[in-house]
């Protein structure tokens, strides 16, 4: 909003186009509004690379969040709940598509819980984004998505090292099989359920811009390492293994810093006339 500026983007979105950047085929799978924002995302997400055939065109709006950028943070304002996407979420027809990937992202945002256990009959990884939210923290919600999920991502910014720890500690009772928290300059901490693995924040190398998807793209980069590297569901990943996946990361996030918007794609927004 302070730049008159709209960008296409959102969890799931910037996770595909993040790892496409980083040499992984991928695509995204979810439900667009007929609408000209919709169309407009829609077009930015193919010319970045990845793939919308098998997504879903419903009546009504696409998400939409109003956001300021203060001192280079961003601050959300408010939003449309989601739109059409969130009112009228994705559901899997079959298994056939999502089965030929080795791995799934999904979030608190997308209404997709009562599908990631349908998600485990195949062979891909699942990883699930919960925000900062605390109505995505209780241990009802946990109970339901946990188990179905491989990789949690928690962002843990505010929290001291014993609350830390304990927040890490009570994602993986719950089923998730790694849990990794990001704390913004304080780096991030991943918890396999035996230790605790700690990797320092990168430096931002160019000109600081703002922080919109840096979250999104730590992850994006944490998982094709690892992916890379060979994690599989029935292979508990290493420790060299989550320490390069970990370091990778650091490094991309700081250079999200310098891009704008989550991946650009940025256009002049268009004031509505004076009533």
């Not at 695509?27 to 055939?53: K, M, N």
């Not at 780096?187 to 990797?199: A, I, P, Q, T």
């Not at 310098?258 to 002049?268: C, E, H, I, L, M």
Request: negative net charge; charged residues 25%; aromatic residues 10%.
């Amino acid at each position: 909003m302070d730049r008159g500026i709209e960008y296409p983007g959102g969890n799931c979105v910037n996770f595909a186009v993040y790892a496409r950047q980083l040499g992984a085929e991928a695509a995204y799978l979810g439900v667009f509004g007929d609408d000209e924002p919709g169309r407009f995302v829609r077009s930015c997400i193919e010319a970045a690379g990845v793939g919308t055939a098998e997504c879903e065109i419903r009546p009504g709006p696409n998400g939409l969040t109003e956001i300021q950028t203060v001192a280079g943070d961003r601050r959300f304002v408010r939003w449309n709940g989601g739109g059409v996407t969130a009112s009228d979420p994705v559901r899997l027809h079959g298994l056939d598509y999502v089965a030929t990937f080795d791995h799934v992202h999904s979030s608190v945002y997308s209404a997709v819980e009562p599908e990631l256990r349908t998600l485990r009959q195949t062979r891909g990884l699942v990883s699930f984004d919960f925000s900062t939210e605390e109505e995505f923290r209780t241990d009802d919600y946990l109970g339901e998505v946990c188990p179905a999920i491989d990789l949690a991502l928690v962002s843990c910014g505010e929290l001291d090292q014993q609350r830390l720890w304990s927040e890490l500690r009570r994602f993986r009772s719950h089923g998730a099989a790694l849990v990794l928290g990001t704390l913004g300059e304080r780096g991030s901490v991943l918890f396999d359920g035996r230790k605790f693995f700690h990797s320092r924040a990168a430096p931002v190398a160019g000109t600081f811009v703002d922080t919109m998807g840096c979250g999104d793209a730590y992850l994006a980069a944490f998982v094709v390492e690892m992916l890379d590297g060979g994690w599989r569901r029935d292979i508990l990943p290493g420790t060299s293994l989550i320490h390069r996946s970990m370091k990778r990361a650091a490094r991309f996030a700081a250079r999200q810093c310098t891009v704008d918007g989550a991946f650009g794609f940025g256009r002049q927004v268009t004031p509505e006339p004076a009533a």
